[in-house]
C-alpha cells in the first residue's frame, strides 16, 4: 500500500517536471503575457502560502503614502495586499495589457470598497504617465513575460521619481523563472542599481534603485 502512494506521488512528480521543462522551453522562445482564462491557476493556496501577499508587500518595501505601480497584477490577491500598506494618502496603479484581467480587477476592487486603488489597461512599452512619478515599481513572476526586456525598463527608468525603487519577485515554480543574476545583468544594464537580494534559489526578490541617466 505504502509503495503504490509513492509509485503514485513519484508519478505526479514527474508529470509535474516534463510539464514545466516543456512549458519552459516553449516560454524560453515564445514570451507573451499569461492567457487571462490561467490567471485563476497561478493564484493558490500553496502559493499564497510560499508568498502571503501582505507580507509580500513588506519584502517589497511598500509604505504609506507611496504612489505605486503594480504590473501584471493577475486576479488582485497581490494587488489589495499592498494596497493595504499604503493608507489613504497612498495610490496603487494596476496595470495590464490584458482587458479581462483589468475587468475582474476593478470589479473586486469596487466590491470590496478599496478606495486607493486604480485598474488600467497599458502597455509596458508605452505607459501612460509623466515622468518621475512613481516611488515604486513592483512584479511578481512576470518580467519574463514581456517579449523586449530592454524596451520596458526603459519606460520604467521614466516614469520612476529619482531614486524610486524596482522591484521583482520570482518564484521556481514559475515557467518563466529567471535565474537571479542574469536577471539583475538586464536590469543594471538599462540604469538601475541592486540595492537588495532577499531570500534563496528558490523564492528571491530584487530591489534596484533608479540610477542617472
Known amino acids: 500500500m505504502f509503495l503504490n502512494i509513492l509509485y503514485i506521488l513519484l508519478g505526479i512528480f514527474v508529470t509535474f517536471l516534463i510539464l514545466h521543462t516543456i ?38 518595501g511598500i509604505e504609506s503614502g507611496m504612489r505605486v505601480l503594480d504590473v501584471g497584477p493577475g486576479n488582485g490577491t497581490y494587488t489589495l495586499g499592498a494596497a493595504e500598506h499604503l493608507g489613504s494618502e497612498g495610490q496603487l496603479i494596476a496595470i495590464d495589457i490584458e482587458p479581462k484581467i483589468i475587468e475582474r480587477l476593478q470589479e473586486k476592487i469596487e466590491t470590496e470598497g478599496i478606495m486607493n486603488v486604480e485598474a488600467r489597461v497599458a502597455d509596458a512599452y508605452e ?72 531570500g534563496n534559489f528558490f523564492y528571491y526578490t530584487l530591489i534596484f534603485e533608479k540610477s542617472g541617466e
Open 127 to 198: 505607459l501612460p504617465f509623466d515622468d518621475s512619478g512613481f516611488d515604486l515599481i513592483y512584479m511578481i513572476t512576470v518580467i519574463n513575460e514581456i517579449p523586449d526586456i530592454p524596451r520596458a525598463l526603459k519606460e520604467f527608468h521614466r516614469v520612476l521619481k529619482p531614486s524610486g525603487k524596482l522591484v521583482f519577485s520570482e518564484l521556481l515554480l514559475d515557467p518563466d523563472y529567471p535565474l537571479a543574476g542574469k536577471l539583475t545583468q538586464k536590469v543594471q544594464s538599462a540604469n538601475f542599481h541592486l540595492l537588495e537580494k532577499i
Open 23 to 60: 512549458i519552459r522551453v516553449v516560454r524560453y522562445f515564445y514570451k507573451f503575457p499569461i492567457p487571462q482564462s490561467l490567471v485563476k491557476f497561478i493564484d493558490n493556496p500553496l502559493r499564497r502560502r510560499i508568498q502571503p501577499p501582505y507580507e509580500t508587500a513588506i519584502r517589497h
